[in-house]
C-alpha cells in the first residue's frame, strides 16, 4: 500500500514528513495525507519525484506486480535461433535491425513468415504454396514476389531454415 511504503521510505532515510515536503514542493500536511489511513494519492509528477528521491520505481511505491518475463527474454529454448533483418523486403512488418525469433523445425504452412536462404543469402519471407508453385512474398512493394518449384531439396538455391514466431523491433 502506498501510504506504509512512504513511510517505511521516509523513517529508513530518517526525514520528518517537514522534510520530505520541502523537498518535494508540497505542504507538510499533504505528505501527512499521503501516509494517513485515507488513501490520498499524489499527483503523477509528486509520485515520479517520490520515487526518484528514494531510489524506487513507481511500480514499487504503488506495489505494482512486477511485469511477466516475456518468453526467451534471456536464452533462446533448443531449437530456436535469432535472426537480424538485414534488408528492406519485409518493410513494414519487418525493419532493418528488428530481430526475429526463428523456430528451426516447426510445421510451416501458407502466409507464415519464413527464414529462407535464397542462393545461400538468409531473409525473411511470407510463404504461400499451391500445388506446383512455392511463393515467397516480400512485403515491400518494391520487391518482386518470388517464384519457385514446390520440390525443395537439399541441393535447392531455395532453403527453408524455419518459421518466424516472434519479432523484437527497435524504437
Do not use: W
Amino acid at each position: 500500500m502506498f501510504s506504509v511504503k512512504l513511510k517505511e521510505l521516509r523513517k529508513e532515510k530518517g526525514i520528518t514528513q517537514q522534510e520530505l515536503a520541502k523537498i518535494l514542493g508540497v505542504e507538510r500536511s499533504t505528505i501527512s495525507k499521503y501516509e494517513g489511513k485515507d488513501n490520498v494519492m499524489p499527483s503523477h509528477e509528486v509520485l515520479f519525484a517520490i520515487a526518484a528521491y528514494f531510489g524506487v520505481s513507481a511500480d514499487y511505491l504503488l506495489d505494482l506486480p512486477k511485469p511477466a518475463a516475456l518468453p526467451f527474454q534471456n536464452e533462446l529454448p533448443e531449437g530456436f535461433s535469432t535472426f537480424e533483418v538485414s534488408d528492406d523486403s519485409m518493410e513494414p512488418k519487418f525493419s532493418v535491425g528488428d530481430i526475429a525469433i526463428v523456430k528451426k523445425d516447426a510445421d510451416i504452412n501458407t502466409n507464415d513468415y519464413v527464414l529462407v536462404t535464397i542462393n545461400e543469402t538468409p531473409t525473411i519471407k511470407k510463404i504461400k504454396t499451391d500445388k506446383d508453385c512455392l511463393m515467397l512474398i516480400p512485403t515491400n512493394p518494391k520487391y518482386d514476389v518470388l517464384f519457385y518449384n514446390n520440390m525443395i531439396t537439399d541441393t535447392s538455391e531455395v532453403k527453408i531454415l524455419g518459421k518466424v514466431v516472434e519479432l523484437r523491433s527497435k524504437f
